[in-house]
């Protein structure tokens, strides 16, 4: 019986995305535990991986021309992809400064609240309204999460404010996307948003690194083996998002995030051994998915819809708003995928 060569690339490149996200967090959990590598100094692994991505998107785009670079203008980047790089940066700076003093797994839990953040910031950003039904699901994860947090056996607050902290700015980052540089009709992938993006990042994590980190740390610290490696990952974790997506959609990718979620918590309690879990971890973040799977459902429902004539006015104004909800690029904090979708979706999750 031969295997269909379309589905057999799918689920291929599904794997790798798994893989590689997975990866690179768990990498990223071991390169800044003082109980490993040692390297506790979040602002300068972020600006490794944005001055590596910058420059290898700079080789795709101007030199292979891989891919082609949108109109940009000087008002354009200044309005537009500034902000959204500073706040880009803040998330990543947050975020992978969360890895010091939680584990990988409570992390991964505190994620799911990534689309009740997104649809806070939409409603105050005016670019989204808020359904009683999506109201409910929202409160759902927010009560998984809070049980999941009571469960927490090592509860750190300074780690939980960073990790929070750094959603909110993530989903802020999403919203301004959708805001600033769609309505303005560019879309940009994978490459393109690092080619843009990276260097603007990279500038802007500059000041607190050099106030923060920069007399704590020694040049012999610095070892380029480990960057590369985990750069050239979290730049395929990248791509691999991009070939996903192309392939099957944003759901199939959401499906996919929340199995990877699954199988890097029970991965992080085998190689970090103080990542222990309780049951009420597991019940809290449990509720929470459920929540996260009831929107998936109303949003797959919604879209559905609007391919038929509209019942009702309020119907129509939902459906438009619904219309075109894709994945956000990642992470990405360490994993860093900055797709720049139709709209920025609620259940986008910042792989960190």
């Known amino acids: 019986m031969m295997i269909n060569k379309s589905l057999f690339l ?44 910058g420059a290898v998107a700079f080789l795709l785009v101007r030199v292979f021309k891989v891919v082609t670079p949108v109109k940009m203008t000087f008002e354009i980047y200044a309005t537009c992809v500034v902000p959204i790089s500073a706040f880009f940066a803040s998330s990543l700076w947050f975020g992978n400064t ?5 584990s990988v797994a409570f992390i991964q839990m505190l994620k799911a609240l990534m689309p009740v953040a997104t649809l806070i910031m939409a409603v105050l950003c005016g670019t989204d309204k808020l359904w009683w039904d999506v109201l409910l699901n929202m409160l759902l994860v927010s009560v998984g999460v809070v049980i999941s947090s009571y469960g927490e056996i090592h509860f750190n607050v300074i780690g939980t404010l960073y ?31 690092l080619y843009y993006i990276a260097p603007c990042s990279f500038a802007f994590l500059f000041i607190p690194w050099y106030l923060l980190e920069k007399s704590n740390m020694e040049v012999s610290q610095i070892q380029f083996n480990y960057w590369i490696f985990f750069s050239l990952c979290a730049l395929a974790l990248n791509l691999s998002i991009f070939l996903v997506i192309g392939r099957t959609g944003a759901v199939t990718i959401r499906v ?16 970090f051994p103080e990542s222990a879990i309780t049951g009420l971890n597991i019940i809290g973040y449990a509720i929470a998915l459920c929540g996260v799977v009831m929107y998936n ?12 004539p509209p019942e009702s006015v309020n119907n129509t104004e939902r459906m438009s708003n619904d219309d075109d909800d894709d994945i956000r690029g990642s992470s990405v904090d360490e994993e860093a995928p900055l797709m720049a979708s139709s709209r920025p979706s609620h259940i986008a999750r910042r792989d960190t």
Do not use: C
């Open 10 to 53: 799918t689920y291929l490149y599904l794997l790798i995305y798994i893989l590689l996200s997975s990866g690179v967090i768990l990498y990223n959990k071991w390169v800044l535990s003082p109980k490993y590598f040692n390297f506790p100094f979040p602002i300068t692994l972020t600006m490794i991986h944005m001055g590596f991505s």
């Open 297 to 308: 459902y109303i949003k797959v429902k919604d879209v559905k819809a609007s391919q038929n």
């Open 98 to 102: 969360a890895y010091l003093h939680i």
């Open 163 to 193: 990790q929070v902290t750094g959603i909110f700015a993530e989903a802020l980052r999403l919203v301004l996307t959708q805001v600033l540089l769609q309505k303005k009709g560019l879309t940009l992938n994978p490459i393109t948003s």
């Open 256 to 271: 996919a995030g929340v199995l990877k979620d699954w199988i890097l918590i029970a991965l992080s309690t085998v190689i």
